[in-house]
């Protein structure tokens, strides 16, 4: 059993830190745009089904929409932050400890960003889709829920800020 864990341990060694750091970043912004799609989705077909009972709710509805976009574009931030973080090094240190904490840290911070806006782009899409039929049935409703979409899109947020801050540790080696 000891063998196996040190050929993964060996493996993950022997994979270039640059491809580590590309998957990170490739997943921030992908699975952040999933995220969206999924919220706008849900929130878009409530709102769609509840405009027909009350056709008023569907401009002032929108905002739930506009919530769930904003996660796509907190992966798109998160991506392009992350990509000024790729440094070359010589191929010499490319392997060394150092390299390797940075790409595993530009990993890390993909995959956190990516996977809290995957969560919030889906919670804010549920809350906008309540939102919505709440609005349909009693307009007085609209505030109150909204506030709590907002908190719900404050989870996006939270892993951009997670995110930016397990990056600041990717530093390269210097070149010779």
Do not use: H
């Not at 905002?63 to 992966?75: K, L, N, P």
């Not at 392009?80 to 191929?91: G, H």
């Not at 010499?92 to 911070?109: H, K, N, T, V």
């Amino acid at each position: 059993m000891s063998s196996d864990s040190s050929s993964w341990a060996r493996a993950l060694v022997q994979i270039s830190p640059y491809t580590f750091a590309a998957i990170g970043i490739a997943v921030s912004i992908g699975v952040s745009v999933l995220g969206a799609a999924w919220g706008i989705f849900i929130t878009g077909s409530s709102l769609i089904g509840a405009s027909i009972k009350a056709p008023r709710i569907t401009s002032k509805n929108l905002i739930s929409v506009i919530f769930c976009e904003a996660v796509a574009i907190y992966g798109v931030i998160v991506a392009i932050i992350l990509q000024t973080k790729l440094e070359s090094v010589p191929a010499s240190q490319m392997y060394a400890p150092e390299s390797l904490r940075a790409g595993y840290a530009i990993f890390a911070s993909g995959l956190i960003v990516g996977f809290a806006n995957l969560v919030c782009g889906v919670c804010v899409g549920v809350i906008g889709s309540s939102c919505a039929l709440a609005d349909a049935q009693n307009s007085s409703l609209f505030v109150k829920i909204l506030v709590i979409e907002i908190f719900g899109s404050a989870l996006g947020l939270f892993g951009v800020i997670v995110g930016i801050i397990m990056s600041a540790q990717a530093t390269w080696p210097a070149r010779a």
